[in-house]
């Protein structure tokens, strides 16, 4: 019988394999290559080392694998040029700036809210100076961390303290922590979320110390069912010293339970929790202080709304509707605030003092008309932005794709979305530029997009790649087009592509 010919594209005998083993490059050979000479002179030996080895290694990976068969794939030039194609890619800083076409205002992948330009301006101002962040400066002594972002608070939003934590998670820690541990805190079974990253709510709670009360059902929580759970409690404190620390109620920002529903509304638990002397807590999540539904986009809560209703502490996000820098904010009565302030947790969870200028800088922008707070506030105009502007802008930057060869491109409806958990499950009629690219696949060329400088991130959507217009900024417009001449011709030089 004959024997089988060896599979193609494999190494055929533990021979050959240990042959093209012995052919791998010694390192001060790939070192000495003409290949490496640009990126020798610019970057430390140390480094150069680390990017020769590890191409080193991918060979020997390759070759045991069967993938490499051919001695001239593991010459020192090709080692070269690899390592130093290595040492450029790792050179180009992780946090860069990319260009969303997605069409999710809020990604959190992406870092959620672009800032205002105020706040950039803000940073810019301090970034590279001291900068006072608890200095009284009349009498030279120390002053309050999160005054200056508290007192545009207390104005914005007519409620008796504020202050700031480094996110909306590390609010809710805190404020459980703070005024609950050790207690019961009675929660809607409809509102025990899980967020993005495993955040849950009854792990949190857990983690802070206190105790988790549930009631009602996941669809349907009745004001008795919350009077029944403090009275619970009550009997529970005269019998054991422990009782009812709080009522939470959470918003359900990543999904919405519709039909037969029924919840209470914060005014009556605000209310509830006075006559029985227990704090009422709003986790309300994307931090609303524009009004939305009547521009159209109901279903987000507003935090004066929430304040006014007279909740204890209200805490939201920063960096979504916002649409400031990431960061967690309470907001409410004095006392509360004040507790939560001097917990030991408080200083652990504190945001950098860049943090409380881009959110100063933020804030300031909602002291006037919301018209003028929506013009200024990336997130807010893209979310706002009227269907017939974005069909516009599709068509002119369809205009400028157009000239580009072997590519096919056409104006499409699609659909946006907030995201990061803000306006749950709908969507936004949008409009957007519709790709083909000859022989690449969608996914080819969504690819060789992120690859490019700066990065273009896509949606791929029935075999084309999608620009949705929404979350592209005017200005742009003309860097999406150079990405995409870029992208068409990767193998001529297109950066980041390999």
Do not use: W
Request: hydrophobic share 45%.
């Amino acid at each position: 019988m004959t024997p089988p010919e060896p599979t193609a594209g494999r190494a055929g005998t533990a021979g050959d394999r240990a042959g093209l083993l012995r052919s791998i490059p010694a390192v001060d050979a790939v070192l000495a290559s003409d290949a490496l000479r640009e990126a020798r002179d610019g970057h430390s030996h140390r480094v150069v080392v680390r990017r020769v080895r590890e191409v080193l290694d991918e060979m020997r990976r390759g070759i045991a694998a069967g993938e490499i068969t051919d001695p001239g794939e593991l010459s020192p030039d090709t080692a070269a040029r690899r390592a130093a194609a290595r040492v450029a890619e790792r050179s180009r800083p992780y946090y860069r700036r990319v260009i969303n076409a997605t069409g999710v205002v809020l990604h959190t992948n992406l870092g959620r809210a672009p800032l205002p330009e105020a706040a950039v301006a803000a940073l810019g101002e301090v970034a590279g100076h001291p900068q006072r962040v608890e200095l009284d400066l009349a009498s030279g002594r120390r002053g309050g961390r999160d005054e200056g972002c508290e007192r545009l608070l207390m104005d914005l939003l007519d409620c008796e303290a504020a202050t700031v934590v480094n996110n909306n998670a590390a609010a809710t820690l805190l404020v459980l922590a703070a005024l609950a541990r050790g207690r019961e805190v009675v929660v809607s079974r409809g509102e025990l979320v899980e967020i993005g990253g495993s955040y849950r709510v009854p792990e949190i709670l857990e983690e802070s110390g206190a105790r988790l009360r549930e009631v009602g059902t996941t669809n349907r929580t009745h004001l008795a069912d919350y009077e029944a759970a403090l009275e619970a409690a009550a009997l529970s404190e005269v019998a054991l010293g422990e009782g009812a620390g709080m009522i939470l109620k959470v918003h359900t920002s990543n999904y919405r339970v519709v039909g037969f529903t029924a919840e209470v509304e914060l005014a009556e638990l605000a209310a509830l929790g006075r006559r029985h002397d227990v704090p009422v807590v709003h986790d309300l999540g994307s931090g609303c202080l524009v009004d939305l539904a009547g521009r159209g986009l109901p279903g987000e809560e507003l935090v004066a709304d929430s304040v006014a209703s007279g909740a204890d502490v209200v805490c939201f996000s920063g960096d979504k509707l916002l649409g400031g820098p990431q960061a967690g904010i309470l907001v409410g009565r004095r006392e509360a605030v004040e507790r939560c302030r001097r917990h030991p947790l408080f200083r652990s969870l504190r945001p950098g003092r860049l943090v409380y200028a881009a959110l100063e800088a933020t804030l300031g922008l909602y002291l006037g008309e919301d018209d003028a707070a929506v013009a200024a506030v990336p997130a807010l105009r893209q979310l706002l932005a009227p269907r017939r502007e974005l069909r516009g802008r599709a068509e002119a930057l369809a205009e400028a794709l157009a000239p580009l060869a072997g590519l096919q491109v056409r104006v499409v409806d699609c659909e946006s979305r907030a995201g990061s958990g803000s306006l749950p499950t709908r969507g936004y009629p949008s409009a957007g530029v519709e790709l083909r690219a000859g022989d690449l696949s969608a996914d080819e060329l969504a690819g060789r997009l992120r690859a490019g400088d700066p990065p273009v991130v896509t949606r791929v959507r029935y075999g084309a790649v999608l620009l949705d217009v929404r979350t592209v900024e005017e200005a742009e417009a003309p860097l999406v087009v150079a990405a995409v001449a870029c992208a068409l011709s990767a193998g001529s030089g297109h950066p980041g592509v390999r």
